[in-house]
Nanobody
Framework: QVQFVESGGGLVQPGGSLRLSCAASGFTLDGYDIGWFRQAPGKEREGVSCIRSSDGVPYYAASAKGRFTASRDNGKNMVTLQMNSLKPKDTAVYYC???????????????????WGQGTQVTVSS
């Protein structure tokens, strides 16, 4: 059974940190791009980070750069998103996926993929 299970969301005060994780089962992450997305109420889905399978380098949207750190552990078949210095505007449902669609400093990168996590709510509020 293919699963991509997210964990780690919650309520945090402004300036705080959260760590999101996605654990894959039934398939291996090796060879897939890994994207993190978020969607706030009434807003379009936004790609916040991408780790390409080709080079393993994380790319970040301007909204995440300097505060978020994406990583992957192919041996453990999981990915993480460390989020620091959180702001109220970071409030959204966050998703991991085996695809990317991200606009970053040097352009835009889009790739296709089949698997999505179920989403986890991140709320930044005092």
């Amino acid at each position: 059974q293919v699963q991509f299970v997210e964990s780690g969301g919650g309520l945090v005060q402004p300036g705080g940190s959260l760590r999101l994780s996605c654990a894959a089962s039934g398939f291996t992450l090796d060879g897939y791009d890994i994207g993190w997305f978020r969607q706030a109420p009434g807003k379009e889905r936004e790609g916040v980070s991408c780790i390409r399978s080709s080079d393993g380098v994380p790319y970040y949207a301007a909204s995440a750069k300097g505060r978020f750190t994406a990583s992957r552990d192919n041996g453990k078949n999981m990915v993480t998103l460390q989020m620091n210095s959180l702001k109220p505007k970071d409030t959204a449902v966050y998703y991991c996926a085996t695809k990317c669609d991200i606009t970053y400093s040097s352009g835009r990168y889009v790739s296709s993929g089949d698997y999505w996590g179920q989403g986890t709510q991140v709320t930044v509020s005092s």
